[in-house]
Nanobody
Framework: QVQVVESGGGLVQAGGSLRLSCAAS????????MGWYRQAPGKQRELVAG???????NYADSVMGRFTISRDNAQNTVYLQMNSLKAEDTAVYYC????????????WGQGTQVTVSS
């Protein structure tokens, strides 16, 4: 049974930092694309950062230079280090693990709340 579990969310003051973790289990995710999305109230879910199996990364313009995504393939875990947090970063953050080539799959975590107070 596949599980994708996020942790590390919470309340932080503007300018502070948080580190999110996402542990995936139930199958081998070494070749998966892993990413973080977020959804603020009244807004659509958006991509925050993604990382490929080879370590290549991409970021939303709004977090470039402040957030860093990384992964530990041995642990099937992906991290999001968030620095210089702003009030507009407040959202539920979701972990996604997917593979576009066969065997394809697309798994989501339950989400973790990040609240940045100004």
């Amino acid at each position: 049974q596949v599980q994708v579990v996020e942790s590390g969310g919470g309340l932080v003051q503007a300018g502070g930092s948080l580190r999110l973790s996402c542990a995936a289990s139930g199958r081998d995710f070494t070749t998966a694309l892993m990413g973080w999305y977020r959804q603020a109230p009244g807004k659509q879910r958006e991509l925050v950062a993604g990382i490929g199996s080879g370590g290549n990364t991409n970021y939303a313009d709004s977090v470039m230079g402040r957030f860093t995504i990384s992964r530990d393939n041995a642990q099937n875990t992906v991290y999001l280090q968030m620095n210089s947090l702003k009030a507009e970063d407040t959202a539920v953050y979701y972990c996604n693990v997917r593979r576009f080539l066969a065997p394809t799959y697309d798994y989501w975590g339950q989400g973790t709340q990040v609240t940045v107070s100004s």
